[in-house]
């Protein structure tokens, strides 16, 4: 039998990665990088206000610049490759004219901020979320939030594309459609057909467009208009089948193969979200979670219909029928800011740095500086002993993903003495973001999916054996950490196989390509019970800060 490799995609926030995976024992032969440069940049956000737009055009020259290089560097006959398969982030919507052409890429709109990707963690669409969940509650009929956790976030797809229709009339106007990351990369990689032809991705229309197949597809007309009556005009432009990623979406078109030295014969999967494939590229099974960590989190989990049935699963991130492995249920939840809360810090007490010595030092010394601060704070914070009287932080400089779904929440620490230092409130953010961990543990098990194994992938895990040992104590669980390097783009991968026919289904294609773990953080005993009390506070800190400070 001939060698036959596949191409796994992998867009994060920064950046995008391809590797290309053998499909016979998942052994990566290559992987190339390409870091988004208007992003870079800072174009078109502005972090204060909450809003995080990307240019599709950093996407479409990493999607093209990654595959060619992959490809080049490994020596791998062009026709050796079988298969594609793209995730992204997501809920990360763009807005695309009649002809499938992303409308900031047309001259009238190459600058503006509403026509470009609307990133997965910007919550310019607050105010609109919370008109979803208010009608999802009141109008009379199926509350198509249930399925999402019951409660929509400003997050994910309708508030988003609400909010753009309400704040920019030239672009409501120009929008024939609204496509999620996943599916515009898919869909340009096999040529454009018409969009209604497109097989849109189930994983991105269930967690987050209230797709559903027991009221036919999305909300109601009835529901999306009383909302606003462009919704459920938009709605006929969209889609009411979905499909899960082992499925051929389509073959990679004559351009696309000349741009990145491959064959008209590579099949190209149905694109998916990030966590999911990589909780697949981490061997996922049932009653185990896998958590995403890097500058958020997403954790996700799969059920059978048996044990799910009817039963909705409350304030998470949605449970949907072969999101993350076709024939089972994959539920999936998270925090806002995981790595993201130890990067405020990072440049919260980086400011001297920034702004006193540029004068004397370069920003590559400025940066080499930052990360041994860091290092030290780690190194120091491990050291100093779990006290109940130390400060307690609350995890929220994001925004509450879940449980129960809140953009408008801030942080907060309490306990700070005099005799409080940089590493005491270090390992306050380091257990904030533990005991945030454990409260969607917690709610996965008070609603009856039962957790007996957790699996840590993504940077955080690979780096940071003093945040994984906490987790694993927190959690009072033994957590296991990938091998891979890149879960997510081998979980792609693995996707890409089984569309090719390589595979004949992803248990099948798991088993023959995962790469296995590399190390168990075992929980000690001591450390649990003392994290027992603690939490108690942290949750008595979060009920306070939730109900007594103004979010809004």
């Known amino acids: 039998m001939e060698n036959t490799y596949v191409i796994g995609l992998d867009f994060g926030s920064d950046s995008v990665r391809s590797v290309l995976v053998d499909t016979a024992n998942g052994e990566t032969l290559g992987s190339k990088v390409h870091w988004y440069k208007r992003w870079k940049e800072g174009k078109y956000c502005e972090p204060s206000a909450n809003q995080f737009r990307q240019h599709p055009l950093d996407l479409i020259e990493g999607m093209e610049y990654t595959i060619k290089e992959v490809v080049r560097e490994s020596g791998i006959p062009a026709d050796a490759v079988k298969g594609i398969c793209v995730d992204t982030t997501g809920s990360s919507p763009i807005p695309v004219n009649e002809e499938g052409k992303a409308l900031s890429l047309l001259p009238e709109f190459a600058e503006n901020p509403n026509a470009m990707m609307i990133l997965w963690k910007d919550h310019t669409a607050i105010k609109e979320a919370d008109e979803i969940n208010e009608l999802a509650r009141t109008w009379g009929g199926e509350d198509f939030t249930k399925y999402e956790g019951g409660i929509y976030s400003s997050e994910w797809f309708w508030a988003k594309v609400l909010h753009i229709a309400r704040e920019d009339a030239a672009v409501k106007e120009a929008a024939h459609s609204w496509i999620e990351h996943c599916d515009l990369m898919t869909y340009l990689l096999i040529?454009?057909?018409?969009?209604?032809?497109?097989?849109?991705?189930?994983?991105?229309?269930?967690?987050?467009?209230?797709?559903?197949?027991?009221?036919?597809?999305?909300?109601?007309?009835?529901?999306?208009?009383?909302?606003?009556?462009?919704?459920?005009?938009?709605?006929?432009?969209?889609?009411?089948?979905?499909?899960?990623?082992?499925?051929?979406?389509?073959?990679?078109?004559?351009?696309?193969?000349?741009?990145?030295?491959?064959?008209?014969?590579?099949?190209?999967?149905?694109?998916?979200?990030?966590?999911?494939?990589?909780?697949?590229?981490?061997?996922?099974?049932?009653n185990t979670l896998v958590r995403v960590m890097g500058t958020s989190t997403c954790d996700i989990i799969v059920s059978s219909k048996e044990v799910v049935g009817d039963k909705t699963v409350a304030g998470i991130c949605g449970q949907v029928d072969g999101s993350v492995i076709p024939g089972l249920i994959g539920l999936e939840a998270g925090q806002s800011a995981f790595g993201d809360v130890l990067a405020w810090f990072k440049d919260l007490i980086s400011w001297p740095l920034d702004n006193l010595l540029t004068f004397n030092l370069s920003s590559e010394q400025i940066e080499e500086i930052k990360n041994d601060i860091i290092g030290e704070l780690s190194r120091q914070a491990e050291e100093t002993p779990i006290d109940e009287s130390a400060p307690i932080a609350l995890d929220w400089v994001n925004g509450r993903r879940t449980p129960d779904a809140n953009q408008n929440l801030k942080a907060a620490i309490a306990n700070l003495s005099l005799g409080t230092k940089a590493p005491h409130i270090f390992r306050a953010l380091v257990e904030a973001i533990c005991f945030g961990s454990k409260s969607i543990v917690d709610r996965f098990k008070s609603e009856g999916v039962e957790i007996n194994a957790v699996v840590g992938i993504g940077g955080v895990a690979k780096k940071s054996g003093f945040i994984m040992q906490t987790l694993a104590n927190v959690l009072n669980m033994p957590i296991k950490v990938a091998v891979s390097e890149q879960a997510p783009a081998l979980g792609a991968a693995i996707y890409a196989a089984v569309a090719a026919g390589i595979h004949p289904d992803t248990n099948t294609a798991i088993k023959a390509m995962g790469n296995g773990f590399e190390k168990t953080y075992e929980p000690n005993a001591e450390d649990v019970a003392k994290y027992e009390v603690i939490y108690k506070k942290y949750q008595l800190l979060g009920e306070f800060v939730e109900n007594n400070i103004n979010n809004k």
């Open 191 to 286: 040529g454009e057909p018409a969009l209604h032809e497109l097989k849109r991705s189930r994983c991105a229309a269930g967690h987050k467009a209230m797709w559903h197949e027991s009221w036919g597809g999305l909300p109601a007309d009835e529901f999306l208009s009383k909302l606003d009556p462009y919704l459920s005009a938009l709605k006929k432009n969209l889609y009411n089948e979905t499909y899960t990623s082992d499925e051929v979406a389509g073959k990679l078109s004559a351009e696309w193969a000349q741009k990145l030295g491959l064959t008209t014969e590579v099949v190209v999967a149905v694109g998916t979200f990030d966590a999911h494939s990589g909780a697949v590229g981490a061997e996922v099974e049932e």
